[in-house]
């Protein structure tokens, strides 16, 4: 059956591996590949908050992608250490946040596009820029505190996988589509806050039973 289990030992053995092999060649370090991430990630807020959506969303893909290839490096030098898994995970939330943050300079600085509800996208983009960020950050939140209390807490729908596929695509698409990224930032925002609730309920429930 597909499911993310798969995906990952697809992505492991095609991508992972061989590219960790030419970083390695390259005599880079795992940690370096998560700061690379980051400045990569960084260049990609900037194309976005210009409205270069089509560029900023390639450039973000790209920087997410290495972010599967330090822990491959890691494994593969023998370098696997628990600073290196903590910077992993804080680089992570630096590269949603610059991601969230272009797109709220953008509509802040951009064009105003006028929407059928009465409102333009000046006014409520920043709004759901803002809460994307939230639900993306919940999500996130809750798995590291649950797992401090030692929960395994990987369930829901909106994880960061997803939430970087669809950041990624809707920026591309609004290069020509303007109103799609306002439609990724509602489905991020509604389904990050539905899968807060699902750990949270799954944390409740694991909780109890080790009582």
């Known amino acids: 059956m597909w499911n993310r289990d798969s995906m990952r030992m697809l992505l492991e053995r095609y991508y992972e591996v061989p590219v960790s092999a030419g970083f390695d060649k390259l005599g880079f370090s795992p940690n370096g590949v998560t700061i690379l991430g980051l400045i990569v990630t960084l260049i990609s807020a900037i194309f976005i908050s210009l409205g270069m959506f089509l560029v900023g969303g390639i450039v973000m893909l790209i920087g997410s992608a290495l972010d599967l290839i330090d822990g491959g490096l890691a494994r593969r030098l023998g370098k696997v250490s628990n600073f290196g898994a903590l910077l992993d995970s804080v680089i992570d939330r630096f590269q949603e946040a610059l ?12 064009p105003c596009d006028s929407l059928m509800t009465g409102f333009d996208t000046c006014s409520i983009g920043p709004v759901l820029a803002y809460s994307a960020f939230i639900g993306s950050v919940m999500v996130s939140y809750l798995r590291a505190r649950a797992e401090g209390l030692g929960i395994d807490c990987k369930v829901g729908i909106m994880t960061r996988p997803e939430r970087v596929i669809a950041v990624g695509i809707g920026l591309i698409l609004s290069q020509w589509i303007s109103i799609v990224i306002l439609f990724v930032l509602v489905i991020i925002t509604v389904l990050g806050l539905y899968t807060t609730i699902q750990r949270l309920v799954h944390s409740s429930v694991m909780l109890k039973k080790s009582e």
Do not use: D, P, S
């Open 99 to 110: 991601v969230f943050f272009g797109v709220l300079i953008y509509f802040l600085t951009g």
